[in-house]
Every structure is written in C-alpha cells, then in structure tokens.
C-alpha cells in the first residue's frame, strides 16, 4: 500500500470531483482524485456495443447549462443538436395515436387547457420559490408534505391532464412514481431548469449533445489533470479528521485528514466527497458524521431508469415524418427520441422505462423484456422499430457505484426538513454532486457548479 500527501483528496471521479480538482489545481493546490471504478464520468459513460456507440448515461445539454457548455468549449469539445424535425408522436390514454407539432400534446381541447393550467400554476410556484433554496419558502411545508401526485389532483379533474404532466418530472427527470416526492422537490427541478414551461419543452431540455460523447468531458479534464491525480481502482473506504477525542468541535482547519482506499492512503487538509448522497454511507467517517447528517442522508434516494438503446440500418421514423420523438404516459416506454449520433448513419432510438415499470420488467427474462420494450417503441414509430440491429439496455441500478438513475432526490417531507443541511461542511469534509445542486440539478451543468462551489470553500474564496 503507497502513501502519498496532498493539500486535498477528492472522492470520486464524475464531473464534480473532476471540476473539484481543476478548480483547485489551477489555484496552485496539490490534489489527488481517487476513483473507485476503472474509468472516470461516473454517471456519464459511453461504450461501443455491438459496433454502435451508445452513451450508456448522462448526454444532454440545455442552452441554460452554461457551466457545462462553457467547460465543454474551455476543452476543445464540439456540440451537435439533437435531429427533431418532422412530426411527434403522442399516445393517447385510450390507446389512440396522434401525430403533433410543437411542444403541447394534441389531447383534447378541455385536457390541453387543463395541462396549460397545471403548467401555469407550476411556473408561478418555480418564480416564486426557485432552485437556490425552496426549503426557505414559507410555503415550503405546506408544499413539500403532499405528494406531485395528489396535488397535481387536487389542481384538476382531468385524470389524463394530470398523468401527462405527472411523466415530465415522475418518469421523465427524478425516475420514482409522482406519489413518492412532494410538489416542493417537483417545483426544486424545474426551477434548476429555468421553469415548468422549460421542463415539458423536449427541444429545450434536450437540446445538444457533445460529438464523441458526454464522458468525454471528464475523460479530457482527467487526461489534463494527469495520473499523478487521477487514481482509478481506488474505492475510499475511511475519511479520518478528528483528534483521539473525536469530537467535531475540535477541528482546525489545515490539521490532517487521512483518506484510506483500497490501494492508496492520502494525508492531506481537506477533503471534498464527489459521490451521490446515497454512497456517503458506504465510507466509514472517523469520527462519524453528525446525527443530522446520519439522518438526512437516509432519505436521499436514487430513482430508477432503464435507458434503452435500439439502433436500426437507417432512421426509418425519419422517412415518414416523424422526428422520432413521442410521449405515452400509459406506455412502457413513456418517452422516445431519436439518438443517432452524429455523423453517423444508422438511426438510433432511445426509450426509458422507469420506476415501477422497470421493477417489473427487471423481473422479466431478458429476452421478454426486450420484446415488451421494443413493442412499446413500435406503438410510436410502426413496426420497424421492433427489428433494431443492435440493443442496450443501461442498468446503472447494478452499478455498484451508483445504485439507481438518473440521480437522488428526497422522500416525501425530506427536503424541507433536510434541505439547507445537505452541503453544511464536516469539519474539513465538504461535499459536491449534481444531487445537491440548485442550477442543474441533478445534471452534468449542476455537478460542474457543485465542484467548482466546494473547491472554491476549500480556497477560501466563497465562490467563483
Ligand atoms: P457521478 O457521476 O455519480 O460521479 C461520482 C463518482 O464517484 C463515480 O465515478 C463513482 O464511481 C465514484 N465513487 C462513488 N463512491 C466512491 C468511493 N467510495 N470511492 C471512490 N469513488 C467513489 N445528466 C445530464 O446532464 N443530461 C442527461 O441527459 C442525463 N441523462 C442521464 C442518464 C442516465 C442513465 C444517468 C444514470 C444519468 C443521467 N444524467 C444526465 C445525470 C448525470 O449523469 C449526473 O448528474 C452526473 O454524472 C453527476 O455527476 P457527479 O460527479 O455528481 O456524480
């Protein structure tokens, strides 16, 4: 086993660690990342499978995730737009199917008024309480003790109203079922988004992607950083501050730390953890973390999300019409877009099965998963879509290092009551992650922000 000393370790190799350290290593700091998996992106992966190169995780940039697209131009890295012209599809709640243009479903007229009131009601509430912290809201009880499910029906009436815009945040961004979060924790990510109005918008949300893959963001500030830095295979297992007395109280800032992995021991002033809220629990803190800390961080959970991945000869969709692009709030496969990359010319498609639709196809064989799967995408885009040459199925709930897609977001309750704590320091323990962001949550841009926040604390320099 090596022991090395740096001014600061940081836990994890995923854009907020990464961002962490070249924060702090411009700043003339000593840094060594250490990274239990063998690669670097966390959360952000791409992998040729079968000869197609897919993005196994995160992909998509907004045009208000400026951190992100500034550090992706700061690193040479080039973006391209996701193909969107032609037709949408919608299915409705009686199975019928419907083809569209712009953003509002063609549902009926009484169900669009009923979603454009819901969306106006959510925007009011995102002005009002916003990303940076909902918790201070007055009305940040109130809103965070009743499920998105229930208010969004104690807004309307209109059951299929109320489902359709139940996916963009249950299904479609914190991935659990809508009676499992509170409107507050709804209002905190679409406020990271700029509003409800830019949450439903597909062609805002997923507006760009970077040519040769998102994780080639960390990938590139990784290589920059180099391997006297980067330590892969390196799962930390113990974070030691405090004097034999193990009291908190105790610390003084620049007193050692020590970070001890599997492979490498680091002595250094302060630590910054870059891993998800739901893994803090799988690094022995010395002394252990406060009782609020021990508690808040029991109901930070990860959602569920099976990201598939088909990719066909050609983009057949394109051919009649359609820009591949479709939402079913009844269906397996609540969502699909086409995912070709760029330059490339087979079409690839990409559907989410997610929360307790996944459970139960998870419990499927293989090979009836995929069936059921690519039926779903065939309800949109005709029966083409079931004959994909090749196909993927992203399971980062295996993932020992992640444990569940896309991020973290509290239980019902939790994020008022827990909400201001979950970036108050430990000792000489910060924490950074897209899961804690206000901008960007739960996204690479709020990852970014959360790295650049904590090394500039460590700094002493309040923010950048
Ligand atoms: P992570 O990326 O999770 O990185 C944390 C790192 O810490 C990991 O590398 C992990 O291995 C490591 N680690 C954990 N425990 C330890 C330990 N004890 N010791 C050492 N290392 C440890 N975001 C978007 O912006 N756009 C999208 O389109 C999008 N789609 C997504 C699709 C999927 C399927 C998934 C899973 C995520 C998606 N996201 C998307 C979310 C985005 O990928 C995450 O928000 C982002 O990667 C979070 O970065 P992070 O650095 O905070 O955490």
Redo the contacts with the bound molecule.
């Keep these: 086993e090596t022991a090395i000393e740096r001014d600061v370790v940081v836990?994890?190799?995923?854009?907020?660690?990464?961002?962490a350290a070249r924060t702090l290593v411009a700043a003339g700091r000593t840094v060594a990342v250490?990274?239990?998996?063998d690669?670097?992106?966390?959360?952000?992966?791409s992998k040729t499978v079968d000869g197609a190169f897919l993005?196994?995780?995160?992909?998509?940039?907004?045009p208000d995730?400026t951190a992100?697209l500034a550090l992706v131009d700061e690193l040479g890295l080039e973006t391209y737009q996701r193909y969107r012209e032609g037709e949408s599809v919608y299915l409705a709640p009686d199975g019928t199917r419907h083809t569209y243009t712009g953003s509002m479903f063609p549902a009926g007229e009484s169900t669009i008024a009923e979603m454009e009131k819901l969306i106006a009601l959510l925007d009011g509430l995102v002005a009002e309480i916003g990303a940076t912290e909902p918790w201070a809201h007055p009305a940040a009880r109130e809103l965070d003790t009743i499920s998105f499910h229930h208010w969004l029906r104690q807004h309307s009436d209109d059951e299929a109203a109320c489902s359709n815009i139940g996916i963009f945040v249950a299904g479609g961004m914190l991935t659990k079922p809508a009676h499992a979060f509170s409107v507050l924790q709804a209002v905190l990510m679409a406020a990271s988004a700029g509003s409800f109005s830019n949450l439903v918008d597909e062609d805002f949300i997923?507006d760009r992607?970077v040519v040769g893959g998102?994780q080639s963001v960390?990938e590139t500030m990784a290589a920059e950083l180099g391997e006297d830095v980067v330590f892969l295979d390196?799962?930390?297992?113990t974070i030691r501050w405090a004097g034999a007395d193990g009291t908190y109280a105790e610390h003084v800032p620049g007193t050692p730390v020590t970070v001890w992995?599997d492979r490498l021991t680091v002595r250094a002033k302060d630590v910054v953890?870059?891993?998800?809220p739901n893994?803090y629990s799988?690094?022995s803190f010395e002394p252990p973390l406060p009782r609020l800390q021990h508690q808040m961080h029991q109901h930070q959970s990860l959602g569920l999300?099976i990201?598939v991945h088909a990719v066909y000869e050609t983009p057949f969709w394109r051919d009649k019409g359609l820009s591949g692009t479709g939402f079913g709030a009844h269906e397996l496969s609540q969502e699909v877009y086409d995912n070709t990359n760029h330059g490339d010319p087979r079409g690839t498609l990409v559907g989410f099965v997610s929360d307790e639709r996944a459970d139960e196809l998870f419990g499927l064989p293989a090979e009836e998963r995929r069936r059921l799967i690519l039926e779903s995408l065939s309800h949109y885009l005709g029966e083409e879509a079931l004959h994909p040459v090749v196909y993927y199925e992203?399971d980062?709930g295996s993932?020992?290092?992640?444990r569940?897609?896309?991020?973290a977001s509290y239980d019902l309750g939790g994020l008022h009551r827990y909400g201001a704590h979950q970036r108050t320091p430990v000792g000489p323990i910060r924490w950074?992650?897209?899961?804690?962001?206000a901008e960007?949550y739960?996204?690479?841009?709020?990852?970014?922000r959360?790295?650049r926040l904590a090394a500039a604390e460590v700094l002493g320099a309040g923010s950048l």
């Excluded at 690669?39 to 992966?45: E, I, K, P």
């Excluded at 993932?399 to 992640?402: A, F, L, S």
């Design positions: 836990v994890g190799a995923g854009p907020a660690g990464l961002m250490l990274e239990a998996r690669r670097v992106g966390g959360r952000t992966w993005e196994i995780g995160g992909q998509w940039i907004s995730q992100l997923l992607r998102m960390s390196t799962p930390v297992r992995s953890v870059a891993v998800p893994l799988r690094i999300v990201k992203s980062f993932e020992e290092w992640t569940g897609a896309y991020a950074a992650c897209s899961d804690l962001a960007g739960q996204h690479v841009d709020g990852a970014l959360q790295g």
